[in-house]
Nanobody
Framework: QVHLVESAGGLVQPGGSLRLSCTAS????????MGWYRQAPGKEREFVTE???????FYSDSVKGRFTISRDNTKTTVYLQMNSLKPEDTAVYYC??????????????????WGQGTQVTVSS
C-alpha cells in the first residue's frame, strides 16, 4: 500500500547539478531506510546511496563527494542532490524504500519497494 513517487530527472551538462526527490505515500510506510539505485543501458542496477531511519548515510564510491542524500523530518521524502555530474552518471535512477525483516534464523534482510524510475542524462 506504499507508493514511491520520484520527481522528474532531466538532461544536464557535465559538471552540472540536479536534484531528485522521492516521496513515500500510503498508510504508515514504515521504511527503515530509503535511497537510490541506478541502471545504465547494458548494465546491472547499482547502488547509489541510502539513508537509514536514524540518519546514517551511505554512498557508492563512484558518487561519494558529489552526491548528497537527505530527508525531511517525516522520513517520507528523500532528496538526492547531484553535483559535478559526469556522463557516466547517466542512468535511470530508481528510488527505493526498504524494510528490515527477520528471517527464519533471525537474520536480517532488506525488502525493497521501488519508485517508477527517472532518467538522468549527463551530456553536452
Amino acid at each position: 500500500q506504499v507508493h514511491l513517487v520520484e520527481s522528474a530527472g532531466g538532461l544536464v551538462q557535465p559538471g552540472g547539478s540536479l536534484r531528485l526527490s522521492c516521496t513515500a505515500s500510503g498508510n504508515s510506510p514504515g521504511f527503515d531506510g530509503m535511497g537510490w539505485y541506478r541502471q545504465a543501458p547494458g548494465k546491472e542496477r547499482e547502488f547509489v546511496t541510502e539513508i537509514s531511519s536514524d540518519g546514517m548515510t551511505f554512498y557508492s564510491d563512484s558518487v561519494k563527494g558529489r552526491f548528497t542524500i537527505s530527508r525531511d523530518n517525516t522520513k517520507t521524502t528523500v532528496y538526492l542532490q547531484m553535483n559535478s555530474l559526469k556522463p557516466e552518471d547517466t542512468a535511470v535512477y530508481y528510488c527505493h524504500g526498504y524494510r528490515i525483516r527477520k528471517t527464519f534464523m533471525n537474520d536480517r534482510e532488506k525488502h525493497f519497494e521501488w519508485g517508477q524510475g527517472t532518467q538522468v542524462t549527463v551530456s553536452s
